[in-house]
């Protein structure tokens, strides 16, 4: 248990569905991350908040959506995903952004049909 | 420009052997820090170690060990007598001052056959 908590576990949604995904960290940091894995990549990092401000959008197509109610909780919505959308999303956390080592979440196995 | 590769996509070791992933990164920063994280097929991401640009003393924990050698950019991992809970991806990451995340390399599947 790494004090990141990640639901659901596995998802599969058609194109036309909305649907969010939950990431909650126990730990007391203040920077949260989002992170997309695909087979055969290099983990691609989507989104930073730092005390609930979005301080990075790594040119995500906006059918993701972010959001950070408060520093232990972040969401990803996603709403008319493509096939290729399909991966493993990772949520993260560090004590703050940039040096400070990242504690992740189990992920999410999206499967987009 | 910063990168992290490791060259090795896939290792298989028997049992008891000793394994070395292998790490090379760049960047022109003076101030960086690097960080070694397990996969295992669970998926999340396991924290090993951080190691900043001024520390280039060895570091052991238990089986595991790293070579952090400035002169070539090379942050290396050994696994000695390795067992199978040891299979899973290993990533090497960099970090820079002023930047918001970590850049990962594309990992290195180890499986240990009993």
């Known amino acids: 248990e790494t004090g990141v908590t990640q639901t659901p576990r596995h998802l599969v949604m058609g194109m036309t569905n909305k649907k969010s995904l939950k990431c909650e960290q126990h730990l007391g940091h203040?920077?949260?991350?989002?992170?997309?894995?695909?087979a055969k990549k290099?983990?691609?990092l989507m989104f930073v908040y730092s005390l609930e401000e979005r301080v990075e959008n790594n040119s995500?197509?906006?059918?993701?959506?972010?959001?950070?109610?408060?520093?232990?909780?972040?969401f990803l919505h996603l709403h008319t995903l493509q096939p290729e959308d399909s991966a493993l999303y990772l949520c993260?956390?560090?004590?703050?952004?940039?040096l400070d080592e990242q504690y992740f979440g189990p992920?999410?196995?999206?499967?987009?049909? | 420009a910063q990168k992290v590769t490791q060259a090795q996509t896939e290792i298989s070791v028997v049992e008891k052997?000793?394994?070395?992933?292998?790490?090379v990164y760049e960047t022109r920063d003076t101030t960086?820090?690097?960080?070694?994280y397990k996969q295992p097929p669970s998926g999340e991401l396991v924290f090993l170690i951080r190691r900043n640009s001024f520390d280039e003393q060895n570091e052991i924990s238990g089986r595991y060990s790293w070579n952090f050698q400035k002169s070539t950019s090379s942050f290396n991992f050994t696994i000695t007598a390795s067992q199978v809970v040891d299979s899973a991806v290993y990533f090497c990451a960099l970090s820079l001052t002023g930047a918001n995340n970590l850049?990962?390399?594309?990992?290195?599947r180890l499986t240990v056959i009993p």
């Open chain 1, 60 to 74: 995500v197509p906006s059918r993701f959506s972010p959001e950070c109610p408060n520093s232990s909780h972040l």
């Open chain 2, 17 to 23: 052997e000793d394994v070395t992933l292998d790490c």
């Open chain 1, 30 to 38: 203040n920077a949260m991350y989002w992170y997309k894995q695909s």
């Open chain 1, 107 to 113: 992920g999410t196995r999206l499967t987009v049909t």
């Open chain 1, 42 to 44: 290099p983990l691609e």
């Open chain 2, 32 to 36: 960086y820090y690097l960080f070694w």
């Open chain 2, 103 to 108: 850049f990962f390399g594309t990992g290195t």
């Open chain 1, 92 to 98: 993260a956390s560090s004590q703050d952004r940039g």
